[in-house]
């Protein structure tokens, strides 16, 4: 009998850990949708919507590859803060060209911050993706392994029960052999 019960609870737990996972996915989904992104014609998946973990990787790289390109390859900590009267960038507030006696702010900065933070989201969305899978994939390995304890819980009660029922003087419904 504790066998049946664990089994039970085993495809209790696994299948309801698929279905959690399963909508995770589909929120993530919908997520995706509602943001509206395309990728552009220069993406390894081009013209598509971005809904799952293979658009948005697809867009995730197109946005760091172009990135790359407009930094020279730099990462957004790595370009300057600040533009110099020749147009080059700095950390340095004191070479900064100003405009109105105020340093003027490197837009790539800021581009390549917007960039970061967005690819990073993406990457984040097939991160969840693939954990979802595996949890949907944890989930049925569990639901499957209680079916086969709980069939073979059933299988030994089905062996002790009649012993069980002698034992408590009861009449047993499986046939009684003297």
Do not use: C
Request: proline share 4%.
């Amino acid at each position: 009998m504790p066998l049946l019960l664990v089994g039970i609870a085993l495809v209790v737990v696994g299948f309801s850990t698929a279905n959690r996972a399963l909508a995770g996915k589909d929120e993530l989904h919908q997520r995706l949708v509602a943001e509206a992104i395309t990728t552009p014609a220069g993406a390894s998946l081009p013209n598509r919507q971005v809904a799952d973990a293979a658009t948005a990787e697809s867009m995730a790289k197109y946005i760091d590859a172009t990135m790359a390109k407009l930094t020279g390859g730099r990462n957004y900590s790595q370009v300057g803060h600040y533009l110099t009267p020749d147009g080059k960038d700095t950390n340095d507030v004191t070479k900064a060209a100003l405009v109105n006696g105020q340093p003027t702010v490197n837009p790539l900065r800021e581009l390549a911050f917007e960039a970061s933070t967005g690819s990073t989201g993406l990457y984040a969305s097939v991160l969840a993706s693939n954990v979802a899978d595996l949890a949907v994939g944890l989930g049925v390995v569990l639901g499957i392994l209680g079916l086969v304890v709980a069939g073979v819980g059933v299988a030994f009660a089905g062996l002790t029960v009649p012993a069980m029922t002698r034992r408590l003087h009861l009449r047993s419904a499986a046939p009684h052999h003297v």
